[in-house]
Structures are given as C-alpha cells and as structure tokens.
C-alpha cells in the first residue's frame, strides 16, 4: 500500500540552503583561493594598474571635441542638413520597439535596452559640448530613453506578442528605408542618394537588412545542401563553397568592379546596394553552415517517429528538425550577426561613409583634427563593443530562457 503523505525527493540545490558570503568572504573563496588565485590575482592588479597609469592622463587629456563637435558627421554622414527631420521621423520608433521586445521577451531584451539608453543619455548629453550636432538629433537622444520605458511599459501588456514585435520591427524597416530614400525632385520628401548617407546610421540599416536576409537565406541554403534532389543540393553546395573562400573584401571589390559591366551603360549601379549585396552573399554562406551544423545535430531517431505518426517531410523539417537545429545554433547564429555587424567596416575601403569611414573624413578632411585620430577611432571602437555586447546579451538571454524557460 503507498503512503500518500509521501514527498518527492528534492534537488540538491534545493537540499543546501543558498551561502552567503561578505565582501571578505568573496575575496578569499574566488581571488585568494587556492594559492595560484592569489598570484594572478597580484599580477592582474598590477597590470591595471599600469594600464590606468596611462590611460588616465589621456583620457583627460584627449582631443575629445574630435568627437563633440563632428557628431553629426559620425552619426549620418553626409545626410542634407534640411532633411534631417526624415532620419528623425523613421528612426525615431527604434527605441520604442526596442523596449516594447524588453516589454515582451523580458530578461533577454533587458542588458542590451539599458545599454541603449545610457548611450543615448551620453550622447545627449555630448551635444552640449557640440556645435555641430542639429537640435533635431539632440531632440532625438533627449527623447530616445522615454520611449524605450513607454515600450516596456506597453510590451508588458497580453495583446503583444513576440510575433507582432518582428511583423513591427520589420515594417519600420521597409519605413525608415522609405523616409531616408524619398520618392521625387520635387516632393515634400525629395530623392537622397545612398551616397549622401552614412555613419552610424548606415552601419545599422546595413546590419538591420542584413539580418533579416541573411538568418532565412541560410536556413534555405542548409536544407537545399541536405536535399535529397542532386539539382538543390549541388547549388547549395556550390554556392557555400565558393562564397566562404572568397575573401569579403576581394568579394566587395569584384561586386563594384564587375557588376557595372554587365549593367547597361545609362545604369549607374547604386554602391551601398552592391556592397550590402557582398555582405549578404558571404554571411549567407558561413550561415547555412552553422545551421546544418544544427540539422545533423538532430537525432535520426525523432525524424523516424515523426515520420512513423503519419507526418510528412516538409512538416517534419519545419516542425521537429528545424526548431532544434536553430535552438542548437543560437549562439553560432548570434556570433554570425555580431561578424555580420563588423563587417559593415569594411565599406569604407571602397569610398563608402560608413561609421568607420565618417571617422576616416574627420581625420582625413580636417586640419584641425589631423592627430585625434586615437580618440575618433576609440569612439567608434566603443560603439561597435556597445552593440556587439548588446547582441551577445540577447544571445545568452535567449540561450537562458529556452533552457530554463523563466523570463
């Protein structure tokens, strides 16, 4: 006969009560314990502290208005001054969505917000010390960390779910694109060519495409190389081997280069298309490999079950397979768009203002600013950390969240 008042064994961490320990505690069990602890732990201080040594009188001391006062400039390039409203216009809803994804997906939107919001704060805060910067722009970050609290607030309502979040994001694209382009000569929203654009804002709207191209591009690519078809999977093959052995660069160059010859010649090919085409191409390719990565990583033995329940084989690609081949990949797929977000970098060897090419200008350009390049390049450096470092939280909350499944 059971005995019902029985209970379930409980887990081991639940068995031993959480430690607590005080500063001097902490110390001693994770810096002076065991002995070669306390070593690195003395050589590591000393190397700050030689680090801080130097990098303290420069930081004081630094050609900061380099920065300050080209602020405009490393933020949207060359962009006519009159029309700035329209980068205002069709920026202006990014922060909300990113706080209405905080709102939604919680902890996994969390660290990357914030990291938005101080930037936003410091930038704001950098454009007192300008005079280069429109008040449009400043409005801009004034407002920018309102509307990431407004997101949270609303995300945090049932009637959003993660679904709508990507349909909204995705239409703000298609939106931003529309107000930065324009449509007519001589329309309330006149036509600017891609060359006029630049800075930040180009490294954004590159990597923003990019990824929405790239991620599905590389799932088809994967499953056309597993295709049992010899036409598919030979194309897929193809395509991965050639394009993950050419060098991005030499593939940029080749894109502007070649491209026109085979275009007529009243077709001037649009540069910043065929420099973002190139880094499709390429990312693509090391996509589909680690999404097949993924797709071997799931057991024949699912795709056998499934298949003995009745169900067909594009059903149990896209319903067993597929979610575990992403799920196994997340921090492979995350590691792509950080690369994919770096290599944004590289269109300024081809006369393309990017952020590291509106940095190039300033330096290049301005005999006033002719020896600030350290400071100039150590600003881009650190907006490239705090995006990537953004991404690299949103990876490991989405790593945390399908493990534990806690918000």
């Given at each position: ?65 380099a ?63 300008g ?10 970050f004034?407002?920018?960390?309102f509307?990431v ?8 309502r049932?009637?959003?779910g ?9 239409l703000?694209?298609?939106?931003t ?11 309330a ?14 490294t ?17 690519l ?8 010899w036409?598919?999977?030979?194309a897929a093959?193809?395509?991965i ?32 298309m ?29 795709v056998e ?78 907006v ?10 949103v ?13």
């Open positions: 006969m059971a005995v019902e008042n029985m209970t379930e064994p409980k887990p081991m961490n639940e068995l031993r009560p959480e430690e607590k320990l005080s500063i001097a505690g902490w110390a001693q069990k994770n810096l002076f314990s065991p002995w070669y602890n306390s070593v690195l732990t003395a050589v590591g201080v000393i190397l700050v502290v030689m680090l801080l040594k130097e990098a303290v009188p420069f930081l004081i001391d630094a050609q900061w208005p920065v300050t006062t080209n602020i405009q400039i490393l933020l949207v390039g060359q962009y006519p001054s009159e029309e700035l409203w329209r980068v205002g216009a069709g920026v202006l809803p990014m922060p909300f969505i990113v706080g209405l994804a905080w709102g939604v997906w919680g902890s996994m939107m969390r660290t990357f917000s914030v990291t938005l919001v101080v930037s936003a704060v410091l930038t704001a805060i950098s454009s007192l010390f005079d280069s910067m429109s008040s449009g722009l400043a409005l801009w004034t407002v920018s960390p509307l609290l407004l997101g949270y607030a609303v995300g945090r049932d009637f959003i993660p679904r709508q979040v990507l349909i909204i994001w995705f703000f694209l298609l939106l694109l529309f107000f930065l382009r324009g449509f007519g000569e001589d329309s929203m006149p036509h600017v060519p891609t060359d006029r654009w630049g800075g930040l804002l180009v954004i709207l590159i990597a923003q495409v990019g990824i929405a191209v790239v991620l599905p591009l590389g799932i088809v994967a499953l056309a190389r597993q295709s049992n078809l036409f598919f999977k030979g093959i193809a395509y081997e050639v394009l993950r052995a050419t060098p991005l660069l030499a593939l940029l160059f080749l894109m502007l280069i070649v491209s026109p010859m085979f275009l007529p010649d009243v077709t001037t090919p649009d540069r910043l065929l420099a973002f085409i190139a880094i499709v191409l390429n990312n693509s390719a090391y996509m589909a490999e680690n999404i097949r990565g993924g797709l071997q990583s799931v057991s024949r033995g699912q079950a499934a298949q003995a329940l009745g169900m067909r084989g594009s059903h149990v690609t896209l319903v067993i397979v597929l979610p575990q081949a992403i799920r196994a990949t997340i921090p492979a797929i995350v590691g792509q768009f950080i690369i994919l977000f770096k290599d944004t970098a590289v269109i300024a060897l081809v006369g393309l203002m990017d952020l590291l090419g509106a940095a190039y200008a300033i330096i290049l350009g301005q005999d006033a600013w002719r020896t600030a390049d350290p400071e100039v390049f150590l600003f881009v450096a650190a490239y950390w705090i995006f990537t470092y953004g991404m690299s939280s990876s490991a909350g989405v790593e945390k969240r399908m493990r534990t499944g806690a918000d």
